[in-house]
């Protein structure tokens, strides 16, 4: 199956959010959103269309031979866009492990080692279990209490639950990290993550 691929779609970097925060990893970045979010800044326009067989192939390329944690994150835009299952064959048949960042806004079993959902909207947020959730308050002006009240934590199933403040070119948003801070101090079952990423300077 085809693929549609951004700008510098695979490269192998450090897991700058969440509970894989610091891991190096190979992300591999689909192109194309359906989620359609009004302040959308990420660049996820089609640049290329490789196979599932050619991505796997470049992802073990860009893997080092002793990297002995072979993960590879896939991320969009909304890869759930796509059908993942050759993607997911082919990078399997290269003993990656693999992870999965969606926004949550379609019910998916994917048969991943790891599911990392980062609702948009909460009117459409479907998927609510998986490895962890992270909350942005700021995001598309929605709350952490929106995204809490459309599912309650007693209704969802998430190994790791964060909030994370809203980063703007490289800027924590201050009240977003308020609302964080305040949040946690106050539900001890919710970490606080943020894009260390952007402080290492790493893609
Ligand atoms: S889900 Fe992410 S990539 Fe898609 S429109 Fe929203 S911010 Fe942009």
Request: one cysteine or more; glycine letters at 6%.
């Amino acid at each position: 199956m085809r693929y549609p691929l951004t700008r510098n779609p695979i490269f192998w970097t450090i897991q700058g959010e969440a509970h894989l925060r610091g891991f190096q990893m190979c992300f591999v970045r689909l192109a194309g959103c359906s989620v359609g979010c009004g302040h959308c800044d990420t660049d996820y326009a089609k640049n290329e269309f490789a196979t599932d067989e050619e991505i796997a192939a470049r992802a073990d390329e860009v893997t080092p031979t002793n990297a002995r944690d072979r993960w590879v994150w896939i991320t969009g835009g909304e890869p759930t866009d796509h059908d993942l299952m050759p993607l997911i064959r082919a990078l399997r048949a290269k003993r990656f492990a693999i992870a999965l960042a969606s926004s949550g806004h379609r019910r998916v079993i994917p048969p991943v080692d790891w599911l990392s959902i980062s609702p948009h909207d909460p009117a459409k947020w479907m998927q609510t279990y998986g490895n962890e959730v992270k909350l942005v308050p700021g995001l598309n002006g929605f709350s952490i209490e929106d995204f809490r009240s459309a599912h309650p934590d007693d209704q969802t199933d998430f190994m790791y639950r964060y909030v994370q403040p809203l980063s703007i070119a490289k800027q924590e948003d201050p009240a977003s990290l308020r609302a964080c801070l305040d949040f946690v101090r106050a539900n001890p079952n919710w970490a606080l993550s943020r894009q260390d990423h952007h402080y290492w300077n790493v893609a």
